[in-house]
């Protein structure tokens, strides 16, 4: 009994000793998680991008639209309190000290606005805001000298909402519905002189979109410390460009008494015509940093539909350098359509940047990939990564969007699963939309027809062996000419950032010999059906080619899914038997006739050459300035062949501001061949089709009206923007105007009396009519609707008097 005794006792004393210890290990194996809301303690309002700190470590997080706010402490960070601060600028901080209970805390703060004092007006040369504005610039180029390069992580919410008629859904009892949610978390990456990359490493959405649509990061080349700010193709100069004090007002309003630094409240007022912001900057008056702008885009940015669009953004220091914290962006746009229907649309874009490094070593080939990219680990979704790292907490409405929108996907019958467009119409739209995606290669590789092949039906596929190894296949049969067609295509990749490649591809295919981005086989196809109007000029083609490439450059969108460098350089060898491809139907839905296709000198050519591409790509503008330079060569003593001749083509693009709202575009192109040149290599001046055009052809030109073994072509455009202002506006639609732009061309071709005798061709050139040359004038009216535009224009050689005439394209941004 003695020992019992004892015992007992022995263990009644560990057990008191070790309870504490068994408790915190209780508690220290949960993670204990604050959540509440912050708001402005005089008006109740919900603050948002109200900062929240975990103290002596870099735990944190950032208040949402409602004030909300959630810190999660993991079991990891031994300790049994916590002190949390909660900042804002413009407000007291406050602090609270929170025990580890491993339990949800809900916690309340209402932050008290910092003492604030009106600026007296006091009457001198220069107001009190732009001398704190001049050393604001002054600071900020003192960090553009020494910033050279930064890492950080970033969450990136993405919210689209409209009115419950348009979504025919409601969440609640409000006029506003969630109809998607994008979520990502990824690494970012910058470099001087302007070089970002982001990669997602998590994402969500609702159930409505397709991961891979969701590719939203918006890192920080979304910054308006930066000296512009670029926002649906609109360029806007900051309040922190080098000219700022020449764009801008800067009137100090007051000054607010923070806990232990003085802020300078400044209000921005735009000067001028230019595309600015206005709103306010909150300056930190001791270190001349900016601390949080609240800004507006000026009337001189032309937001489609009238969109209304905010721009928040919060900085901090990190070490002595500047940078975004966190981002708002808030867009409405409303379109009434004939008084009946007013379907709106609103935009949110949320983003909190942290844990910086600052002035790091960064592999170059990081800035060689896309802006975004996304990592392996984000293909799979892992949950604790969004429990863990809750930076900015849904609110209840985009919480319920999430269960609602699945909802509506797993019920097809449900009245809120589609409205009657959707029903109606959707699937057309979204049957399109996918053969434009991998592993497709788009809607004209499955039917077009032209007055060779008549209708073609066929597939092409797109896919990756590996990240290094890329196929594309093609096959097809076209009924007039009842050909079989197809064609492989391997790239390999040498590098793993592919900087280096080589190719090679083997085909049976109708080719054209004119410029196929001008108008292309799927604009061919509608024109061709209805009206025997067909733009190309063909051949056929049976043969391989090799080639290699290097390229340099971040990779740049062009269009659907394709990607490329802005900067290549590519040699190649090519074979190929090539044949001449008559006219094979006579159909089309309105009759007429179609325009012969010029016949080709049959034979085996056998060609080698070159190309580089800088800053330029023919399918889209990439840039202000590019060009590029072919060259080909056939020379039998070199690869047998049928042929000999030398041909080279160049083009050039520019473009550049004259006055603030005005831009001036110049195009050049040009080529010259020399030897026996077959028909399959002559040049034609590039026209318009069915009063289409695309840019920079000629517009009052016949299709195809203008051969050549060598040409020159000149186009320019100048936009004076809106002229008059408030003449022609579409209230809710187009309420900034249409503008005005100058239209010119001029062109030039001909055959060289060595061409003439090989060839015999009876095609016309510029040199031989009466005036030598083509030349047109004319002006255009752009964004009509936005998305239209009209161009009248005056067609002055080979005429007279002037014919005139009209087109249409799409606008011009």
Not at 188 to 213: L, S
Not at 582 to 592: E, L, R
Not at 604 to 631: C, K, V
């Amino acid at each position: 009994m003695f020992y019992f005794g004892n015992l007992m006792k022995y263990i009644f004393t560990l057990f008191v000793w070790c309870l504490p210890v068994l408790t915190f290990a209780q508690q220290s194996g949960r993670s204990t998680v604050i959540q509440g809301q912050i708001i402005d303690s005089m008006t109740n309002e919900p603050l948002r991008f109200a900062t929240v700190r975990v103290e002596e470590t870099s735990k944190g997080a950032m208040s949402s639209v409602g004030g909300k706010f959630l810190v999660k402490i993991p079991p990891t960070m031994q300790k049994d309190s916590f002190l949390l601060k909660f900042s804002m600028v413009g407000y007291r901080t406050e602090r609270r000290i929170i025990a580890r209970t491993g339990d949800t805390l809900r916690i309340n703060i209402a932050l008290q606005p910092a003492a604030s004092q009106m600026m007296e007006v006091v009457v001198s040369a220069e107001d009190p805001g732009v001398k704190l504005m001049r050393n604001v610039l002054k600071r900020k180029q003192q960090q553009r000298d020494s910033l050279h390069s930064y890492s950080y992580k970033l969450y990136t919410k993405f919210l689209a909402s409209t009115d419950t008629l348009t979504a025919s859904r409601a969440d609640s009892r409000s006029d506003t519905t969630i109809v998607a949610i994008f979520e990502s978390y990824s690494n970012g990456y910058f470099t001087q002189p302007d070089k970002y990359f982001n990669e997602i490493t998590q994402r969500r959405q609702t159930a409505n979109v397709p991961p891979e649509a969701n590719f939203v990061a918006f890192g920080t080349n979304l910054n308006v410390y930066d000296d512009y700010v670029g926002i649906l193709s609109e360029k806007i100069a900051t309040p922190f460009h080098p000219d700022a004090l020449d764009f801008y007002d800067f009137i100090l309003e007051r000054q607010i008494e923070g806990d232990s630094l003085t802020i300078s409240r400044v209000r921005v007022i735009p000067k001028g015509d230019r595309k600015l912001f206005s709103g306010i900057i909150d300056i930190n008056a001791e270190k001349y940093i900016p601390l949080s702008v609240e800004l507006t885009p000026n009337r001189a940015v032309q937001l489609p539909f009238d969109a209304h669009l905010t721009f928040d953004q919060k900085f901090e220091e990190v070490g002595r350098f500047v940078l975004p914290t966190g981002l708002h962006i808030f867009s409405t746009l409303e379109a009434a359509f004939l008084w009946i229907l007013s379907p709106r649309l609103d935009i949110t874009i949320e983003t909190v940047a942290h844990d910086y490094e600052v002035n790091i070593p960064l592999d170059d080939n990081l800035f060689t990939q896309r802006r975004v990219e996304i990592n392996s680990s984000a293909e799979l979704f892992d949950s604790t990564v969004w429990i863990d790292n809750p930076i900015l907490p849904l609110r209840a409405q985009e919480a319920a969007a999430y269960v609602n929108i699945q909802r509506s996907r797993d019920n097809a019958d449900s009245a809120i699963g589609s409205n009657i467009i959707d029903r109606t119409f959707g699937i057309f739209a979204r049957v399109a939309r996918r053969l434009g995606q991998r592993p497709f290669t788009g809607f004209e590789d499955i039917f077009r027809y032209n007055r060779v092949q008549g209708a073609y039906l066929g597939i092409g596929l797109r896919d990756d062996v590996s990240e290094l190894v890329h196929w594309t296949a093609k096959v097809g049969y076209s009924f007039a000419d009842k050909r079989l067609s197809g064609e492989l295509f391997l790239k390999k990749g040498i590098d793993n950032a592919q900087l280096f490649s080589v190719e090679a591809s083997m085909y049976r295919r109708l080719t054209r010999r004119d410029n196929p981005y001008i108008v292309t086989s799927n604009g061919i196809t509608p024109i061709a059906l209805l009206f025997k109007d067909d733009y190309g000029d063909y051949y056929y083609s049976n043969g391989v080619e090799a080639a290699a490439e290097v390229s340099f450059g971040q990779i740049k969108y062009i269009r659907r899914d394709i990607f490329a460098r802005p900067r290549v350089f590519r040699i190649f060898a090519r074979s190929e038997y090539q044949q001449s491809a008559p006219n094979q139907t006579n159909f089309a839905v309105f009759g007429g006739k179609f325009r012969d296709n010029p016949l080709i000198i049959d034979g085996m050519m056998r060609t080698f050459g070159a190309e580089i591409r800088w800053d330029y790509h023919p399918q889209r503008r990439i840039s202000n300035f590019g060009f590029n330079l072919n060259a080909e060569i056939s020379n039998p003593h070199i690869m047998p062949s049928d042929f000999s001749f030398e041909h080279y083509f160049g083009s050039l693009q520019w473009r550049t501001p004259t006055l603030p709202l005005w831009q001036l575009d110049l195009r050049f192109s040009g080529g010259y061949s020399r030897g026996n040149i077959p028909p399959q290599k002559f040049y034609s001046l590039e026209s318009s089709a069915t009063y289409v055009a695309a840019e920079s052809v000629f517009r009052g030109m016949r299709v195809k009206e203008f051969y050549g073994d060598s040409y020159a072509a000149v186009s320019m455009e100048h936009n004076f923007g809106e002229v008059i202002p408030g003449v022609l506006r579409i209230p809710n639609i187009a309420s900034f105007g249409i503008e005005f732009i100058t239209i010119a061309g001029v062109g030039w071709s001909q055959f060289s009396s060595q061409t003439l005798n090989y060839t015999e061709t009876k095609l016309p050139t510029t040199a031989s009519t009466a005036d030598g040359w083509y030349y047109e004038a004319g002006l255009g009216f752009n964004k009509i609707i936005l998305f239209l535009r009209c161009d009248v224009f005056a067609r002055f050689s080979q005429r007279t008097p002037p014919q005139f005439g009209l087109t249409i394209s799409t606008a011009t941004y």
